[in-house]
C-alpha cells in the first residue's frame, strides 16, 4: 500500500515536502476512506500563493459526480509538520464529506476537524 500511495502522490503538482505530508496522512486513513480518495480519478490536489490568480484544476468524471479537488497554500510548507499534517487531514475529510456535515444540520468545519482528530491529525 505504500508504494501505491507514494505512487499516487506524485500526480499532484506540489511541493515535495507538502508531497511527503500528503503521503503520511493519506496511509494512516481508514481503508474504506483512502480507498474512496485513491480510486476517485476526478480527484485533484494542488497547491497556491494567495494574491496570484488560481487556477484549481477539476475534472468532471464519468460517473457525473463532481470532482473533488483540495488547494493547500504554498506558505503551508514552511509550518510545522503537525500543523501541516492537521490542515491536510482536514481538508481530506472535507472532501470525504463532500464538504457537508457527517449527519443533517452538523457544521461542516466541526464535522471536518472532528474526523482529523479521529484519523490521528487533531487541531495542534
Ligand atoms: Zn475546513
Given at each position: 500500500m505504500k508504494t501505491r500511495i507514494e505512487q499516487w502522490v506524485?500526480?499532484?503538482?506540489?511541493?515535495d515536502t507538502l508531497r511527503a505530508h500528503l503521503a503520511e496522512v493519506v496511509l494512516a486513513l481508514p481503508d474504506p476512506i483512502r480507498d474512496d480518495l485513491v480510486n476517485d480519478e476526478a480527484f485533484r490536489l494542488c497547491e497556491y500563493e494567495p494574491g496570484f490568480t488560481m487556477t484549481v484544476p477539476m475534472c468532471l468524471g464519468v460517473s457525473q459526480r463532481t470532482g473533488r479537488a483540495v488547494a493547500l497554500r504554498r506558505?503551508?510548507?514552511?509550518?510545522?509538520a503537525d500543523f501541516i499534517r492537521y490542515v491536510i487531514a482536514h481538508e481530506l475529510a472535507h472532501v470525504h464529506l463532500r464538504n457537508e456535515g457527517?449527519?443533517?444540520?452538523?457544521d461542516p468545519e466541526f464535522a471536518a476537524d472532528a474526523l482529523a482528530a479521529l484519523w490521528g491529525f487533531p487541531r495542534p
Open positions: 506524485l500526480a499532484f503538482d506540489i511541493h506558505s503551508l510548507r514552511h509550518r510545522h457527517r449527519h443533517p444540520g452538523e
